[in-house]
């Protein structure tokens, strides 16, 4: 059975045996009942319409970027890291929008409504409108996000090592 939900609550219900494992990103939440096993480290990538200015460029900056409308993922801890990658570069983004739903962001940004940025990128660069998106790197030495499968250090069940080869392959394949 799979399910969705924040990091938190996640983490929560592995704690309370409710689920053998997450797929999360890892944002530093180490707690002592839990191991986090390493599926793949991403970059992130800056998210553009597809007639953006910026769009042909090879890769752009962070400044660059926050010169543009700022849509941001608002999910708990995600937000803030994707914030904190301007506050390091000294730039301070006007954000628009605050979307739960990575497919809403993305397709706002395919509208022309701002740019982002995320870590996952899924296979094609098109919005369910079928609308185009500029996938672009960003300039810079950004640090990348880990995601990890958070297990109960208790005992794993004899399910986790498949699934982690297939998330391995999946997100990152070599």
């Given amino acids: 059975e799979l399910i969705e939900g924040d990091i938190d609550s996640l983490t929560r219900q592995i704690e309370r045996g409710e689920i053998h494992a997450a797929l999360l990103y890892d944002l530093g939440l180490a707690r002592p009942a839990l191991d986090m096993l390493p599926v793949a480290a991403l970059s992130p990538y800056a998210l553009l319409p597809a007639r953006h200015p910026l769009a042909s460029a090879t ?22 890291y994707f914030l904190s990658l301007f506050r390091e570069a000294g730039v301070v983004p006007t954000v628009n929008y ?14 022309g409504h701002g740019v982002s940025i995320l870590t996952t990128r899924p296979v094609v660069d ?12 960003i300039k810079g030495r950004l640090a990348k996000q880990a995601i990890v499968l958070c297990v109960p250090s208790s005992g794993v069940s004899a399910l986790i090592a498949p699934f982690l080869a297939v998330a391995k392959s999946v997100i990152a394949p070599s």
């Fill in 59 to 80: 890769s752009v900056s962070l400044a660059e970027l926050a010169q543009s409308p700022v849509l941001v993922i608002n999910l708990p801890q995600s937000r803030e």
């Fill in 98 to 111: 605050e979307l739960a739903s990575i497919e809403l962001l993305r397709s706002m940004v395919s509208n």
């Fill in 126 to 137: 098109r919005t369910h409108d079928g609308k185009r998106l500029a996938c672009k790197r």
